[in-house]
């Protein structure tokens, strides 16, 4: 029968220091074996949990990804429907602003077209409107209007005293210098049996 010893005593075979350290370097071993022992123990204990809470994240991952690329589709579409939107409007007002201009041109074309119609009207009404004037001027006013015949003192119309007068505006008498010049005499002139009038109305012609 063996007998071990538990407690150090006195055995020169086998000294206590060889057995303390052999003693510490067993319990290290031991600890270490419940070191690993707890930590695996723990880790078995709260792995279900990690994965939990890891499928969790990845789960709550998932949807913001879902949730960001929903998003990022629903601003393409919104995008898209806005540019559409905006070249419809920018479309319509083209057009209105080309309608606006066409129907002010062609009421430019209008007035233009009215002006030259009155100033043709008005210059045609105004002819007539001078005309008539005239003519009553002419047939009334001046066929009755009588003036004082100044040379004979005598009551004459309008007309009549412009014929006078016209017959007053000579342009072939002849002056004295030009009867000297050409050698004209008093015996001359009486030879050819000539008026004064005569001389003065057209004597540059009756005396060469």
Known sequence: MAFVNKYPYTDYENLNLDWVIETINRVDKDLAGIKEEC????????????????????????????????????????????????ANFEAAINADIARLELEIANFKAYIDSQIVSCNAYTDNRIAQNNSYIFNVI???????LTVIDYFTGNEISVQNMFNKLAQLHITDSITYGEIFNRGKT???????????????????SLIV
């Open 186 to 204: 008093y015996g001359d002139i009486a030879a050819l049996g000539i008026t004064y009038g005569d001389i003065l109305m057209h004597g540059n």
């Open 138 to 144: 002419e047939n009334d006013l001046l066929a009755n």
């Open 39 to 86: 930590v695996a123990a723990s880790l078995d204990a709260i792995q279900p949990k990690i994965d939990d809470m890891v499928d969790y994240v990845n789960d709550k991952v998932d949807e913001l990804t879902s949730t960001v690329n929903n998003l990022e589709i629903a601003f393409d579409e919104f995008k898209r429907d806005m540019n559409a939107d905006f």
